[in-house]
């Protein structure tokens, strides 16, 4: 399993990896959204990211940390809370935490608390906890999952650093992937006029932008590991083929800056006419046209 397999965005995808290059996690994680069993295979991934005791890629699979994690009998990782979305995480259970988080690691140097669902925590369970959470014996590791940030206290979520899923894992509309496909194609060609009929539909249909959007994304995303790997995996085939000889590198990357600044603008309620036209003038320059 790699970061791949998760639905993040990229700019936490590229946090979580340099978390990993430097070997330097953050003490306490909170990973919202998403579905609960995300969340959790999610929460466990990191646990076995932050054990792996591998110099380059985390996790490794194959170092004893790893072995133990896939074998679900690392001593090192500990998960507390029921596997639910309605539960009580009782406030005895964050005081056994408490206690806990003060005996050293058994097997290596880092010790990860899975805390499963903490929006089922009330005030009296998440202040129990806050006071291990403040000041963290150095080889403890604190990962959260909750529905939302929003069901967690301003004193935990300001002493975590929150990773957000995206919502399950959605169906991409038969006609956003031809949407998305054609304006990735059109962006590539020297007549102008090809993309904008391709944006003409998105144009009149305000409701498939975010989705489209995100599928261009993937597209982009998808071209530029195909430039870096010379493998194609990408769900979209034809067109990532394409796309992969006709741009660079430099091009890649800049369409995907690109998807997200025009995504980040659709958040911000830019006006949306001009938003379209502005993705025709600005998709075609990151393409180099
Ligand atoms: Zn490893």
């Known amino acids: 399993m790699t970061l791949e397999n998760f639905n993040l965005n990229r700019v936490e995808r590229e946090?979580?990896?340099?978390?990993?290059?430097?070997?330097?996690?953050?003490?306490?994680?909170?990973v919202e959204g998403g579905t609960l069993s995300t969340r959790l295979s999610f929460a466990r991934f990191l646990a076995n990211m932050i054990v792996c005791t591998s110099i380059s890629e985390k996790p490794c699979g194959v170092c004893k940390a790893?072995?133990?994690?896939?074998?679900?009998?690392?001593?090192?990782i500990k998960e507390y809370g029921e596997e639910k979305v309605n539960a009580t995480f009782k406030v005895e259970l964050s005081r056994e935490i408490r206690q806990d988080a003060f005996v050293i690691p058994n097997d290596g140097d880092k010790k990860v608390y899975?805390?499963?669902?903490?929006?089922?925590?009330?005030?009296?369970?998440?202040?129990?906890?806050?006071?291990?959470l403040e000041e963290p014996p150095h080889f403890d590791f604190f990962i959260m999952t909750s529905e939302s940030r929003n069901a967690m206290l301003d004193t935990?979520?300001?002493?975590?650093?929150?990773?957000?899923?995206?919502d399950g894992d959605r169906e991409i509309s038969r006609?956003?992937?031809?949407?998305?496909?054609?304006?990735?194609?059109?962006?590539?060609e020297s007549d102008e006029l090809k993309t904008l009929e391709a944006l003409s539909v998105l144009q009149a249909k305000k409701d498939l932008f975010e989705e489209t959007a995100e599928c261009l994304k993937v597209i982009f995303l998808d071209t530029l590991k195909y430039k870096q790997t010379q493998k194609n995996n990408s769900s979209y085939y034809e067109a990532v083929d394409i796309l992969c000889n006709k741009l660079s590198v430099n091009k890649i990357y800049s369409l995907i800056n690109t998807t997200d600044d025009l995504q980040l603008r659709f958040k911000q309620n830019a006006n949306y006419n001009l938003?379209?036209?502005?993705?025709?003038?600005?998709?075609?320059?990151?393409?180099g046209k």
């Open 114 to 132: 899975i805390l499963k669902e903490a929006q089922n925590m009330n005030d009296a369970s998440e202040n129990a906890l806050l006071k291990i």
């Open 15 to 30: 946090v979580l990896l340099s978390y990993q290059k430097n070997n330097a996690f953050p003490h306490t994680i909170l």
């Open 175 to 188: 006609e956003c992937l031809e949407l998305a496909t054609g304006i990735a194609l059109s962006i590539c």
């Open 275 to 287: 938003l379209v036209t502005a993705m025709c003038v600005e998709l075609r320059k990151a393409a």
């Open 156 to 166: 935990i979520l300001s002493r975590s650093t929150v990773i957000s899923l995206k």
């Open 66 to 76: 790893c072995i133990k994690c896939n074998a679900q009998s690392n001593p090192d």
